[in-house]
Nanobody
Framework: QVQLVESGGGMVQAGGSLRLSCAAS????????MGWYRQAPGKQREMVAI???????NYAESAKGRFAIYRDSAKNTMYLQMNNLKSEDTAVYLC?????????WGQGTQVTVSS
């Protein structure tokens, strides 16, 4: 079993920044993949930024140039630095990990961007 706990969400004005954290209960070095997704009301869950199995990264087009995903293996924590936030970034942000082929999700953290 793997627990993922997100934090760092909140309310921010457009143009502002937030840093999300995802703390894992196990050593993230063993994770096959790990990333951030988001879900806005009435919309489907979408990928924001992920680490692939080969440690490469992928970003949604809307996140490129504004968001950065990184992790600290010593702290078993993954981060999402979000800059120049826009109202359309408002959503629940969820941490996801693939561990030995099994998917795990955190409970999510709300990000609200006011224009």
């Amino acid at each position: 079993q793997v627990q993922l706990v997100e934090s760092g969400g909140g309310m921010v004005q457009a143009g502002g920044s937030l840093r999300l954290s995802c703390a894992a209960s196990r050593n993230i070095v063993i994770f096959n993949a790990m990333g951030w997704y988001r879900q806005a009301p009435g919309k489907q869950r979408e990928m924001v930024a992920i680490f692939n199995e080969d440690d490469s990264t992928n970003y949604a087009e809307s996140a490129k140039g504004r968001f950065a995903i990184y992790r600290d293996s010593a702290k078993n924590t993954m981060y999402l630095q979000m800059n120049n936030l826009k109202s359309e970034d408002t959503a629940v942000y969820l941490c996801h990990a693939l561990v030995f082929g099994y998917p795990y999700w955190g409970q999510g953290t709300q990000v609200t961007v006011s224009s």
